[in-house]
């Protein structure tokens, strides 16, 4: 069995920063594309980066400059640094996987629980 499991969340002042980390464990045998989304308030799901496993980066055109990600492949793991932070950043933040299980022939979509990040004074 597959879990993707985030921290690092919590309450943040404006202009500050947060890391959060995303890990897999697992049955995991290999893992391509990983990345982050967030989703506020009553608004749908939105990207914001993801990584490659060579480990290039592409970022949601709204974060390039205050956002940074960057896996560690021995660790199934994927993190994702805010700089700067504002109040439209609260959301919940998800990690999200593309993931070949051990014994199985295909990719399967993992998702993690959610990482609250609420930025306020």
């Known amino acids: 069995q597959v879990q993707l499991v985030e921290s690092g969340g919590g309450l943040v002042q404006p202009g500050g920063s947060v890391g959060l980390s995303c890990r897999g464990t697992?049955?995991?045998?290999?893992?391509?594309?990983m990345g982050w989304y967030r989703q506020k308030v009553g608004e749908a799901r939105e990207w914001i980066a993801s990584?490659?496993?060579?480990?290039?980066?592409t970022y949601a055109q709204s974060m390039i400059g205050r956002v940074n990600i960057n896996r560690d492949n021995d660790r199934n793991a994927v993190y994702l640094q805010i700089h700067n932070v504002e109040v439209d950043d609260t959301a919940l933040y998800y990690c999200?996987?593309?993931?070949?299980?051990?014994?199985?022939?295909?990719?399967?979509?993992?998702w993690g629980q959610g990482t609250q990040v609420t930025v306020s004074s």
């Open positions: 999200h996987a593309n993931v070949l299980r051990t014994g199985s022939d295909y990719y399967k979509e993992f």
């Open positions: 697992g049955n995991i045998f290999n893992i391509r594309v």
């Open positions: 990584i490659t496993k060579p480990g290039v980066a």
